[in-house]
Each structure stands twice: as C-alpha cells, then as structure tokens.
C-alpha cells in the first residue's frame, strides 16, 4: 500500500459539513412501515430516522433493504420501531472527514447523524455516497 497522496490527505481533513446532507428524514416510532415507504420515496433516501414519539430523541434508522423484508414477510401493520437495523452514531459538524470514514467503518453502519458537540439535535446526516460525491467539491 502506498503512502496518501497530499490531496487525497487534504480532502480527509476538510470538515463533515461541506458534504453532509442538511436534514434529515424521520418518523415517529409509532408510525407504520407504510409511512417509512412513503418518507423513503418522497424524499429519495434510502434509510429514514426513527424518533421516540415523546422526546424526539434518535432511537435508528431504517434502510431500505429492511423495509423490503419487511414488507415481504409481514402483511399485519407494522409499527417503524421494529424495523429499525441500524444503530444510531453521531458525529460532530467540525470533525474531520477522515473521522466519519473511520465510523462508519468501524460502526459497521451506513449513515452518521451529524450534531452538534453534546447535541443529539441532528443538523444531518452523512453517508459514504456523500464523502465520495464531495470529493471534486
């Protein structure tokens, strides 16, 4: 493996926020899987936030491979709680690209909430897509 060529180094340094996604999709926990389908296809993502209903507090995400699975096996009403398969990890606006490559990598997950430092407000999300496609930014 060869040595990080100094722009590849200088596009890891810059900070989550040039490429994150301001916003983000979500329902409420109790919401159904039909809800999440419409979230997902409305706003063209492929995982939506799942809420506590009370506190707005960030409980995971739903993907869209799940939402599939889901909608194959289960034909009673399903509330978005259940569905959830990926776990929340969040990341602050500042941080380094280089650090939201690192979580998802080491998280094993698909997005990063972005918030604030002791925040779990989120301002967005980030995703590997969104790294690579800021890459020429």
Known sequence: MTAMSEPTAGVLDRP???VMRHGVVSVPEHALLD???HA???HQ???VLVEERTTGRPLGWV???SLLTWMNLEHEPVHAHRAITEPIVTIAPDA???EAVAALSRHGVSHLLVCGAGDRTAEGVVTA???VAGWER
Do not use: G, Q
């Open 16 to 18: 989550v926020r040039r």
């Open 35 to 37: 809800s999440v389908r």
């Open 40 to 42: 997902m296809t409305d």
């Open 45 to 47: 993502v492929h995982a």
């Open 63 to 65: 993907r869209a491979e």
């Open 96 to 98: 380094p690209l280089r």
């Open 129 to 131: 897509l969104d790294i």
